[in-house]
């Protein structure tokens, strides 16, 4: 990932633009895109994964990640971010 794209993933006012482009991208480069995201805010990544056509083997990744974060962070913060989903 890119100083440029990390920079708008961890800044809320982009999360829109962000969701549209996933939204637009097709293929491999929305893949690599969400991917990219996932790796600073899973959230919005799952967000922009249900923006557009269904992607299992994208789902399972995020699902993989998203359970890697969870060893990584706090009960609390997990439980958060569980239920903000």
């Known amino acids: 990932m890119n100083d440029i794209l990390a920079k708008k993933v961890s800044d809320n006012k982009y999360h829109q633009s962000l969701k ?6 097709k293929g491999e480069k929305r893949n690599a ?3 990219d ?4 805010d ?7 994964v249900m923006s557009s056509e269904t992607n ?3 789902e399972t ?3 993989e990640i998203a359970f890697l974060f969870s ?7 997990v439980f958060n971010l569980f239920f903000a989903w």
């Open 61 to 63: 990744q995020l699902s």
């Open 20 to 25: 549209y482009l996933s939204h637009l991208l």
């Open 71 to 77: 060893k990584r962070t706090s009960k609390a913060r």
């Open 56 to 58: 299992k083997h994208l």
């Open 42 to 48: 899973i959230f919005l990544a799952s967000q922009c």
């Open 37 to 40: 995201i996932a790796q600073i």
């Open 33 to 35: 895109l969400i991917l």
